[in-house]
């Protein structure tokens, strides 16, 4: 072989590495090479011609380096030139860089193959028509193509030339500003799009410099994410690219606008060496928060990944189509494909001496088969066994974490208001027409245009009326002025805090209460419905965050110090593309903000929202998954809050029959408020006559001097704020005394926002309306979700079939061997458990999605209370909680045991838990406990373990929050927790033992104080008052995985005559799904499937990186195969 000389020496035991740089002493200490400068190794050959009489010496092949000194002297040139020295017939030049800018081309050192390639010095650019000069002077075989690389500083050519090899790049247009060609200049740009030379491109989009060397690349927002643009740039420090408030395109300069490819925040760069080697690698996309994620050494994190055999092609397609044979590209993974998005050329990998070995081997391999030949040197290809990926598989009673699936409210907001008005104005049935509103009867109006033609009708008819006042306006002239002020308000439009919503009424408005004309006119009118505020307060953002932070905890390692041990943990797994994170939100802009702020904290990012709520966030709004129009109630809500209505206007003391009535499941949270309660109609008076007071002090406050200046939280004024309690004082109470029961959801969000961010004002008599309204409000907002069972089902399928059908579809195909994206294993050194791979899908939503889906779960039939006793303490536990708050959270966890038969039920292991989100401002002892989280289930304490384990396979963890060699039982026992110093992830406390007890947590719960937030200087208003959230408990930990299948299937069938139209508009949708696993197979049959200890038979035609799915994967025999029924390809929600 070739390479069998000790340490590639040379005959007379130096490298074969010549150079002909500055610094060559230190060089030639460093290497113990022998080194020569040109002068030198020109005298050499002198000396060598004068021993040709007496032994011919064997030819070498001369590798030449012409490129910038900073390239030639860099780490990965040097590591890689050190090991084509080894190569027993290759001597490798350095051309000296002052030779190359100074020198004419004929006086250039000789070489047989030449690696030249064009960068940037430190003053001075690479001469490329030099090298182009040189290459036709000297005929050598050339590495990387010279007249090739005049076209990759063109972004133009470079798209051109991938589209024209078939390779897929995301939609794009250019913007030549030419004097010549002023066809290639038309752009036109919107409010949320630029439309260039006709091509429409809404935000976000991207906007690039025809320039390769520009990398001043800005990613424009759209205003419903909260507008703005993040400008990348080349790295300085450890800054990639930085927010901006601007909107708006550059004006001068040539650009490509392109398609923005949602990338779960993550880019992939792939190194080729030749057409038949690639290496991938992922590192954080600059555009998510512009943050450098660099290792101890300072070096900028990246983590080798897989390549499919699709963008193995690319990558074999790039390196021909540009005759680049060392080339670097970026990959963009964006809905299931792969899109090429630019070619930098020249490029070798850093830091992975895996990759020199290769590049090395290659390169020479290459080299010599070109020109071994024609030297006459004795030279074959050397025949090596290729490195097969060997999974290591798990032991003992270990469960491997497979999928965790999150349901969870928005974080704490401002108060919701709304205001309803019906008009009959020609200019609003304009408006309706002009956005297609009679297609489906109703319209949603967001964007900042939409909102601004509204406000100009409004107004239009306001300066009418005052003009003539006998016009004929049927619009309530308060209504109007209303309406004006509320989209006047901040002084700009953004969808995430307005919205208007029409919907047609053919033959007007019913009279339903005393804010409606006394005598309905007839004929149709449109409802207008404007809503505003709740926006995601300051503190509902920090409550996101450390809730996304404490997540970590849930998945490997997650105890352990990221920073200080990087092989380990959520960070990791999620970086080395082995977790596999989705993350889904409902179109209001407090749910996308929640779910934004919740992806900063779980990936720990940094900067503004907008960039991580853009990559991270799909919005999940078609087919009501995540969304629900409180305007369209099903027929079972409407009578439901009728007898709710009814039942709450009686003018006495509750009944029995009236428990019986109001709280037949027999809730002790529901009956302890209707004691609280007493007689309905009292307390809503004693609540009215609480707000009377409450304005009036807030209007005395207006008339003090010492308050004009007054802020109040989240810059509300005092005007604002009498305007809020104003309204429901009005809307409270109609004219004829009797109370809308519809508003106390609203009064108690008042009071609950103002005692928690006002409570510097020290208004009289708030705690006491605190208490009444949230007495009632316990009553009224979980019973409008059905009050008997068989209601909270009906009205629980009106409101979550997709979003079950989804949970569904996440279960099932976790335990499939799916074409995920995983670590490359040859590379995984230093990362414990390489063939680890976690689903995580979480969905973010609104109250009355959690309101459900709980119900579902309580009331579906899952377990018998009777025959499961943790079941019937979880139930117990549900019934005792008396408010879904915000950031209410249910998990659903799902483990995979190796040591099962993967066609036994015990294989997959499923694990529900639950938190009532955020406390409260009432006091501790009355809050219902659980039993903690993941505690061993009674009946299984004595074969279980290690069921205590927040994770089992705890191999890779350096240091634990307590001891978990022991199950945790049932039976509460003091909690062990240590506090992490300086550090927002408070993973453990020591609490005092309450006469209660207490058990396991998995999530801290911080004072009210919060003395880490203080710490960190986050700068958020208000955040020294942001409430804790309460820990997951754990509602049942021994479900087997066709158990919770055979439910779902069982919920998502069952349809009562009123879902009868849902089912059949539904049933389209999920045919496809739903044959796959309608039988409740779970899993592949035993001849298609290997269990983990199993090696997998390879075909011939099956490349050799095939195998490397975690250990615990069922391969199938038709999962890889094209032509194989995808049991999803035609359901609807993106991937």
């Not at 079941?871 to 408010?883: F, N, R, T």
């Not at 992830?985 to 005092?992: A, D, I, N």
Request: with cysteine; net charge negative; proline share 6%.
């Amino acid at each position: 072989m070739s390479e069998a000389r000790g340490e590639g020496q040379d005959q007379s035991g130096n490298l074969s590495f010549v150079v002909g740089c500055v610094d060559e002493d230190h060089r030639g200490s460093e290497e113990g090479g022998r080194i020569k400068n040109e002068g030198e190794m020109r005298k050499g050959e002198e000396e060598d011609d004068d021993k040709d009489d007496d032994s011919p010496p064997e030819r070498q092949i001369v590798v030449g380096i012409c490129s910038m000194m900073k390239k030639s002297k860099s780490k990965p040139m040097t590591e890689i030139m050190e090991r084509l020295c080894k190569f027993e017939y290759i001597t490798v030049v350095i051309f000296p860089e002052e030779v190359i800018l100074s020198q004419p081309v004929d006086k250039w050192p000789l070489c047989d193959c030449l690696v030249s390639f064009h960068s940037k010095g430190t003053n001075q650019r690479f001469p490329l028509d030099k090298a182009v000069e040189y290459a036709k002077l000297r005929n050598p075989l050339l590495i990387n193509d010279l007249n090739m690389q005049y076209y990759i500083q063109d972004r133009r050519e470079v798209y051109r030339i991938l589209q024209e090899e078939g390779i897929d790049l995301p939609r794009y247009a250019v913007l030549t500003r030419d004097p010549d060609r002023p066809e290639e200049c038309n752009l036109v740009e919107g409010e949320d799009h630029v439309e260039v030379n006709g091509e429409l491109f809404p935000k976000p989009f991207v906007e690039k410099p025809v320039s390769a060397e520009d990398h001043n690349v800005y990613v424009y927002y759209p205003t419903s994410a909260g507008g703005g643009s993040q400008r990348l740039f080349r790295k300085i420090g450890s800054r990639s690219s930085v927010y901006s408030p601007e909107s708006c395109v550059r004006k001068t300069g040539s650009y490509i606008y392109e398609e923005f490819m949602p990338t779960d925040g993550t880019d992939v760069k792939v190194y080729t060496v030749g057409p038949d080697y690639a290496h991938a690698e992922a590192r954080k996309s600059p555009a998510l928060d512009g943050k450098v994620e660099r290792d101890s050494e300072g070096k900028e994190i990246r983590y080798p990944v897989m390549l499919s055999a699709m963008e193995k092609l690319v990558a074999r397609k790039v390196c021909l189509a540009f005759k680049q044979t060392v080339c670097g590209f970026d990959l963009l993974r964006a809905n299931g494909h792969s899109f090429v998005c630019d070619v930098n050329g020249f490029s070798f990998v850093k830091n992975s001496m895996k990759y020199y070995d290769d590049c090395a081997k290659v390169l020479g391999n290459m080299v010599m088969r070109e020109l071994a030949p024609q030297f006459h040197i004795p030279w074959s290809i050397p025949l090596e066994a290729e490195d097969i990926p060997i999974v290591p598989t798990t032991s003992g009673t270990m469960m491997e974490l497979r999928c965790v699936i999150a349901i969870i409210r928005h974080g704490d907001r401002t108060p919701k208001q709304k205001m309803k008005m019906e008009v009959r104005h020609p200019l609003f049935f304009a408006l309706f027409e002009k956005y297609g509103g009679y297609k489906s009867g109703k319209l949603k109006l967001k964007k900042p245009k939409q909102l601004q033609e509204v406000l100009d009708i409004a107004r239009l008819l306001l300066a009418e009326l005052g003009q003539h006042t006998d016009c004929e306006i049927e619009e309530k002239k308060g209504k109007l002025e209303q309406l004006k002020t509320v989209l006047e308000m901040y002084g700009h439009f953004s969808g995430i805090n307005r919205k208007v919503q029409l919907t047609y009424l053919p033959n007007g408005q019913p009279k339903a209460s005393s804010e409606e004309e006394e005598c309905p006119t007839e004929g149709p009118s449109l409802l207008l419905v404007l809503k505003w505020g709740g926006e995601l307060t300051p503190a509902g953002r920090v409550q996101a965050e450390e809730l996304g932070r404490a997540f970590r905890c849930m998945y490997p390692g997650g105890q352990g110090d990221y920073a200080g041990f990087p092989g380990c943990g959520l960070l990791r797994l999620h970086s080395t593309y082995r977790h596999d994170l989705k993350i889904y939100a409902s179109d209001e802009g407090r749910v996308q903000m929640t779910a934004a702020a919740f992806a900063k904290g779980l990936l720990a990012l940094e900067g503004e929202l907008t960039p991580i709520l853009v990559q991270m966030v799909k919005s999940a709004n078609m087919n009501g998954m995540l969304d629900s129009d409180s305007e369209s109630l099903t027929d079972c809500q409407q009578r439901v809050k009728v007898r709710l209505h009814e039942i709450m206007q009686k003018d006495q003391d509750f009944t029995e029959a009236d428990y019986q009535k109001l709280a037949p499941t027999g809730s002790p949270s529901l009956v302890t408020s209707m004691k609280t309660i007493g007689n309905p109609v009292s307390t809503c008076d004693q609540v009215y006559a609480l707000i009377q007071r409450l304005t009036s002090q807030i209007r005395r406050r207006l008339e003090d001097p010492k308050s004009a200046d007054l802020q109040l939280y989240h810059s509300e004024t005092l005007e604002l704020m009498l305007q809020r309690w104003s309204k429901l004082e009005r809307d409270f109470r109609n004219k004829s005394g009797r109370y809308d029961i519809s508003k106390i959801p609203d009064i108690y969000d008042c009071v609950k926002y103002d005692t928690q961010h006002n409570a510097t004002l020290d208004l009289e008599d708030t705690l006491e309306l605190f208490r009444l309204s949230r007495a009632l409000a316990d009553i009224v907002i979980p019973q409008e979700y059905g009050i008997n069972k068989a209601e909270k089902m009906d009205i629980a399928q009106a409101y979550c079939l997709p979003l079950m059908k989804k949970i569904q579809l996440d279960l099932q195909r976790t335990h499939e061997d799916e074409a995920v994206n995983k670590l490359h294993p040859l590379y995984s050194r230093g990362v414990m458990s390489p063939g680890r791979h976690v689903r995580t899908r979480l969905y973010f939503t609104s109250e009355s999605h959690v309101h459900s889906l709980l119900s579902i779960f309580r009331y579906g039939g899952l377990l018998d209370e009777v025959k499961d006793q943790q079941w019937k303490q979880a139930m117990d536990y549900l019934s005792a909680v008396s408010e879904l708050n915000y950031m209410t959270q249910i998990v659903i966890m799902l483990y995979e045991d190796n040591n099962k038969d993967p066609g036994s039920e015990e294989r997959f292991h499923v694990e529900l838990h639950f938190s009532p989100g955020v406390k409260g401002c009432e006091g501790e002892e009355n809050v219902p406990l659980g039993f903690g989280f993941r505690p061993a289930s009674a009946e299984n304490q004595e074969k279980q373990t290690n069921q205590g384990s927040l994770e089992d396979l705890s191999q890779d963890e350096t240091d634990r929050a307590l001891s978990l060699s022991e199950p945790i039982s049932i039976k509460r026992s003091p909690m062990i927790r240590n506090r992490k110093t300086g550090s927002m992830e408070v993973l453990s406390e020591t609490l005092p033992t309450s006469s209660k007890g207490t058990s396991y947590r998995l999530f801290p719960s911080c004072s009210c104080q919060s003395p880490e937030i203080k710490q960190t200087g986050l700068g958020f208003e208000g955040c020294s008052m942001v409430p804790s959230i309460y820990p997951l408990e754990t509602l049942h930990n021994s479900l087997s995985l066709k158990q919770v299948d055979k439910f779902l299937n069982a919920v998502c069938e069952h349809s009562s005559d009123a879902h009868a139209k849902t089912m059949k508009a539904l049933s389209a949708l999920f045919d496809t799904s739903s044959q796959g696993y309608s039988q409740t197979h779970i899993h592949p049959p035993p001849p298609k499937a290997l269990s983990s200890s199993e090696t997998p038979v390879r075909s011939p035609e099956c490349p050799l990186w095939y195998s490397s799915g975690p250990s615990s994967t069922v391969f199938s025999g038709r999962s890889s195969s094209p032509t194989s029924v995808n049991p999803d390809k035609n359901f609807s929600f993106s991937e």
